[in-house]
């Protein structure tokens, strides 16, 4: 069979027939009269292993290898082409991801596109300062590649680059969300952390109910995250582990400061939310003997607004513990000449007239 035939038989062009040929590859048995090329049926069935080969990733010289030496082994080969191609699958599902990225946020211009992909670069690189500068100088009003933040902040582990990372997206109007909501399910702790802080930044009705569900989280950091955001905006949800932080010593300062914030956002939460405060802390005053729990409730009650944490103060001054008698004798007495300068400051206000 000619060269020709061949080539319109088996697909492969006549040039890679001649390529073979010149590499010993694949060698036609004979010529012709007039010198052409003449395949035999066994150079065919050469020819089509070749090719098989070829289209498992082999390389020219690994495909004669395979062929004419016994010693090479299939298995080797075949495992460092499995590499390779997963190796291969990764690297265009990395491109896939990013072209996906900067098509959602359907760029008009070339120069939109040349930024997304400088952003996404950038978010790829190893030093935290390049990370972190990239997402920084991003203009307030151009479009983001949301779900490429939302990404980059569940799994940044610098506190700087976590921090430029939840700032972008809240100025995000909301988006990703969705998405940022999914890694509070995570199994890996640190994933959740990551989550509910990127949503902690985010103020919208959406971001207070994802919260509200991480109260529920098995991991502490994650429930006060969640506690000292939903008390700042007035829920009363977040009394229970708020109590909980100032009893166990864990950020108990920002919990009572927020303890005291949730009392005053409303007259209509104000009542029943400084009831069951003061009832928690009272109760666990009496029911313990552990002198830096006591001190920090005695502490935190200075934070609680109204006549009945005065009280509850007062009678701290008579405590047994002399630290505790000290600290509240100490806040009674600040409270009061914070009050008679107040006092003082309205007197002076008052309008004079002349008799």
């Known amino acids: 069979m000619l060269i020709g035939e061949v080539s319109r038989q088996s697909g492969v062009s006549t040039r890679m027939l001649r390529h073979y040929d010149t590499l010993g590859l694949v060698k036609p048995t004979g010529r012709t009269s007039g010198g052409y090329r003449e395949y035999s049926a066994d150079d065919i069935r050469r020819l089509f292993h070749v090719e098989s080969l070829r289209t498992l990733g082999l390389s020219l010289d690994e495909t004669r290898r395979a062929l004419d030496e016994p010693e090479f082994a299939p298995a080797d080969l075949v495992g460092d082409l499995i590499t390779h191609t997963r190796q291969r699958i990764a690297a ?24 997304m992909v400088t952003l996404l670069r950038a978010l790829e690189s190893e030093f935290a300062a390049r990370r972190q500068q990239a997402i920084l100088k991003q203009d307030g ?18 506190l700087n680059v976590a921090g430029a990372l939840q700032w972008s997206l809240s100025r995000a109007a909301g988006q990703g969300l969705t998405t940022l909501a999914v890694g509070l399910e995570s199994a890996e702790v640190d994933v959740r952390r990551r989550a509910v802080a990127a949503i902690a930044a985010v103020r919208t009705a959406e971001a207070t109910t994802h919260l509200r569900r991480a109260l529920e989280d098995s991991d502490a950091v994650v429930r006060s995250r969640a506690a000292l955001t939903l008390g700042a905006r007035g829920s009363i949800d977040a009394i229970p582990d708020l109590l909980e932080m100032v009893f166990t010593g864990q950020h108990d300062v920002e919990a009572a400061e927020v303890l005291g914030v949730l009392t005053e ?34 502490q935190a009650l200075a934070e609680i607004p109204g006549p009945a944490a005065r009280e509850a103060l007062t009678r701290l001054t008579q405590d047994h513990d002399r630290t505790i008698a000290a600290t509240a004798a100490a806040i009674v007495a600040a409270q009061e000449r914070k009050q008679k300068q107040s006092m003082g400051a309205r007197l002076l206000e008052v309008p004079r007239t002349d008799i």
């Open 265 to 298: 956002v409303s007259d209509a939460l104000a009542s029943d939310a400084l009831d069951t405060i003061l009832d928690h802390m009272q109760a666990t005053l009496d029911d313990t003997n552990d002198p830096p729990t006591r001190l920090r409730i005695t």
């Open 141 to 158: 009003n151009a479009s983001l590649p949301i779900d490429a933040l939302v990404e980059a902040t569940l799994s940044e582990d610098d």
């Open 92 to 115: 265009e599902q990395e491109l896939l991801t990013k072209l996906e990225h900067v098509d959602a946020t359907a760029p008009s211009e070339w120069e939109d596109v040349l930024r």
